[in-house]
């Protein structure tokens, strides 16, 4: 079985002593099979259901990507070109899936490290999917559009702008908030506008 990054034979090996992998010595990167992580999974106890966390581009900082992760590889098992998913942290990278016969590449142990500490590393499959792509694009919006509230407003005043708007999402009557706040705004810019009309008149 070849890495498929070099052409070098696979050397067995076993991932965090539980799940036999095949690895490769010459750019440290596994494969998992699809039989071998549908045995890891089935043995995982039934309580066991870490909370996932999406993943966002401030989070692990020093981590440093494989200068593998941009080359695209076949699949060790059946020769098909691998399909990619990026997760999109500081420094981003790619896992690989075989979509013929469902085996997985890492291009090194951290980037499994890194799924595990969100929650990810049971979910593989579904990383792979345009719903999680979107809800991982929709999760990093607001991720921005909330660093740029605190970067308008100062931490203190972002916090209640956030914790106003929690109590507000699940309210009925939400729009009336909205509408007050904005009238209120309105109004003032008005005034203000008048003010300084005035000062340039006298």
Not at 4 to 20: F, Q, S, W
């Amino acid at each position: 079985m070849k890495s498929p990054k070099y052409n070098i034979e696979l050397e067995d090996a076993v991932l965090n002593d539980t799940i036999p992998v095949k690895y490769c010595s010459k750019s440290t990167g596994f494969w998992i099979s699809a039989k071998d992580y549908e045995s890891w999974l089935a043995s995982l106890p039934s309580w066991y259901v870490p909370e996932e966390t999406l993943p966002y581009y401030n989070q692990f900082e020093d981590f440093v990507p494989s200068p593998f992760d941009g080359k695209a590889g076949l699949c060790p098992e059946c020769g098909t070109y691998l399909s990619r998913t990026r997760i999109n942290i500081k420094q981003p990278f790619y896992v690989e899936l075989c979509m013929s016969c469902g085996g997985i590449w890492f291009d090194n142990g951290e980037e499994w490290e890194i799924l595990e500490q969100l929650g990810l590393h049971i979910k593989i499959r579904q990383i792979f999917s345009s719903q999680w792509q979107e809800k991982v694009r929709q999760h990093q919006q607001e991720m921005i559009n909330r660093e740029n509230v605190i970067d308008k407003l100062g931490e203190e005043i972002a916090q209640y702008v956030f914790q106003l708007a929690e109590i507000l999402e699940t309210h009925p009557q939400a729009d009336y908030a909205a509408t007050y706040m904005l009238r209120r705004f309105e109004n003032k810019r008005k005034e203000l506008n008048r003010k300084l009309l005035r000062n340039s008149q006298s």
